[in-house]
């Protein structure tokens, strides 16, 4: 009987979301792979079930849905090993509203972006036959570098061994992805490898401005995004490009300020919710603190050590350093630049 309770005890423990949105992934893609074995038919001829630029304003839910949908077993094999655990940890973190609400935005966004970008070939090229019809979104690549970048604003400093030998920290999985699917677009393959570019910026975006972090800040109030200088978006490339994207993204900052395209949020995390300075710098490192010590704490409950990590062909490695408790910066004057797309911290 322990034997028999043993898988139903396992999905039990799963939250809800994952749960559910791992249980309709498989049906979907079982679905999808039943209609196209009988009628030997290409996958955009299921508009209403992927996503073909061509036809899906006829068929709006696909903006989300089509993500349920991996049209091959290995697809849905690296989506199985990836996606559950990634959400599942997630979940714990953020509860099942946030991480439903990142999904929606991940995926969503990222399909309306690809929907938008293949009418624009068709506007400049005429060609329908390839870039209304010939091409079809599918599948959670979207969402696969979403919880790399939610990782990285978490756990940057983690550890992911790939084959036993090969490791890398979280905070290199995202770009490592996104060069893939720019190397992959380009010697032709764009669909699906663009939409991985689209996700990553979208899921950064989502990140930094609109996810809602409840009772997480200085005085329990709730705040939006990450505001920090390390997440920013001039700290995911080298810094030779800092001096061009630097005042870009503080002018398209500013724009969107301006419009109220931003929710407000009482403060920046990095100028402070009080009056006193350097307190919510710490709490900002306070939080990848505790998303660490949590990581670890279940780690260590778990019989092997290890941990499935997000697009690793490997076990993740337990043996990653405890990080001490972040100490509280000192005074220094505020900051008087209202852009903070861009801003990179120079002190680190």
């Known amino acids: 009987m322990a034997v028999l309770q043993s898988p139903i005890t396992f999905i039990a423990s799963i939250p809800p979301v994952t749960r ?44 989300i849905t089509s993500a349920l949908v991996e049209t091959s077993l290995w697809e849905l094999a690296i989506t199985l090993i990836t996606i559950p655990p990634a959400l599942r940890y997630l979940e714990r973190l953020w509860g099942s509203i946030e991480t439903l609400k990142f999904i929606v935005a991940t995926v969503g966004v990222s399909n309306i972006i690809a929907f938008g970008f293949n009418w624009i070939e068709f506007v400049g090229t ?9 091409m079809y979104y599918h599948g959670q690549m979207s969402l696969q570098i979403g919880v790399l970048v939610a990782f990285t604003q978490l756990i940057p400093e983690h550890q992911v061994q790939f084959l036993g030998f090969l490791k890398m920290r979280v905070k290199s999985l995202p770009m490592t992805y996104l060069t893939i699917s720019t190397v992959m677009t380009i010697i032709g393959f764009q669909c699906p490898w663009i939409i991985i570019q689209f996700g990553w910026f979208v899921s950064w975006v989502y990140l930094r401005f609109y996810k809602k972090n409840t009772a997480d800040t200085v005085g329990g109030g709730d705040s939006y995004g990450d505001r920090s200088e390390t997440f920013s978006l001039v700290s995911w490339f080298p810094p030779f490009t800092h001096v061009v ?64 990590g997000p697009q690793s062909a490997g076990p993740v490695s337990a043996h990653t350093p405890r990080l001490p408790p972040p100490a509280v910066a000192s005074p220094r004057p505020e900051k008087t630049d209202d852009g903070d797309i861009g801003t990179v911290d120079t002190d680190r």
């Open 20 to 63: 559910y949105f791992s249980l309709a992934t498989v049906v979907a893609t079982v679905a999808f792979g039943w209609l196209q074995w009988n009628n030997a038919a290409n996958p955009n001829q299921f508009p209403y079930l992927v996503l073909v630029p061509g036809s899906s304003l006829f068929y709006p839910w696909t903006f």
């Open 245 to 308: 994207l630097g005042p870009g993204g503080n002018l398209v900052y500013k724009w969107a300020n301006t419009l109220h395209l931003i929710p407000s949020h009482g403060g920046d995390i990095e100028g402070g919710y009080n009056t006193i300075p350097g307190s919510a710098r710490a709490e900002a490192e306070r939080r990848r603190a505790m998303a660490l010590q949590a990581l670890d704490q279940r780690l260590s409950h778990t019989n092997s050590p290890v941990m499935s």
């Open 126 to 134: 005429s060609n329908a036959d390839m870039f209304l019809y010939g």
